[in-house]
T-cell receptor, first 111, second 114 residues
Framework: QKEVEQNSGPLSVPEGAIASLNCTYSDRGSQSFFWYRQYSGKSPELIMSIYSNGDKEDGRFTAQLNKASQYVSLLIRDSQPSDSATYLCAVNARGADGLTFGKGTHLIIQP | ETGVTQTPRHLVMGMTNKKSLKCEQHLGHNAMYWYKQSAKKPLELMFVYSLEERVENNSVPSRFSPECPNSSHLFLHLHTLQPEDSALYLC?????????????FGPGTRLTVT
């Protein structure tokens, strides 16, 4: 069974610090990886996609992928209170058309 | 704000009712999806459509019946639901059905089955 694991949190980070969110996945053949942000009562919003090993940066966000270790992470620099949300890791498993999601990490940025 | 719209936003229905959820995407995408989000559980993929043809059905009970009349519209027909079907139902679309494409979600329909 294809699984995506995330620490549910809450992860509490002071404002201005770096928030680090981690995700592991079980299907070694997975090829596409996504991070979504979901505010309470809202739908998931795509933040980043990553397909190759290494880092991908977009503004304050950096996604990191290590396929050998089967983990993907999201770093948020200069964290703001508006970053407080649940962050969902999603993986496209081999041969699948949809995404497999983790349960999400609840992030709290403390002013 | 979003290129994917869903109606209704909230729905309360009895177990003997029949209702339909509607999704429309304005992004020119070719693939559409239904996901279910229950409390304390990860998003679960229900159905995938590519160019109006169903390409994946994730062992969903037959009381959920999808319909995709064209690449911009997706429906989820509901009948004889159970209380455990209460959840947030999310529609998403992507450029193609391959999982390598980014998926964009609509605002969701909050369904309560009484």
């Amino acid at each position: 069974q294809k699984e995506v694991e995330q620490n549910s949190g809450p992860l509490s980070v002071p404002e201005g610090a770096i928030a680090s969110l981690n995700c592991t996945y079980s299907d070694r053949g997975s090829q596409s990886f996504f991070w979504y942000r979901q505010y309470s009562g809202k739908s998931p919003e795509l933040i980043m996609s990553i397909y190759s090993n290494g880092d991908k940066e977009d503004g304050r966000f950096t996604a990191q992928l290590n396929k050998a270790s089967q983990y993907v992470s999201l770093l948020i620099r200069d964290s703001q209170p508006s970053d407080s949300a649940t962050y969902l890791c999603a993986v496209n498993a081999r041969g699948a058309d949809g995404l497999t999601f983790g349960k999400g990490t609840h992030l709290i940025i403390q002013p | 704000e979003t290129g994917v719209t869903q109606t209704p936003r909230h729905l309360v229905m009895g177990m003997t009712n029949k209702k339909s959820l509607k999704c429309e995407q304005h992004l020119g995408h070719n693939a559409m999806y239904w996901y279910k989000q229950s409390a304390k559980k990860p998003l679960e993929l229900m159905f995938v459509y590519s160019l109006e043809e169903r390409v994946e059905n994730n062992s969903v009970p037959s009381r959920f019946s999808p319909e995709c009349p064209n690449s911009s519209h997706l429906f989820l027909h509901l009948h004889t639901l159970q209380p455990e079907d209460s959840a947030l139902y999310l529609c998403a679309s992507s450029q193609g059905a391959s999982g390598s494409y980014e998926q964009y979600f609509g605002p969701g329909t909050r369904l309560t089955v009484t």
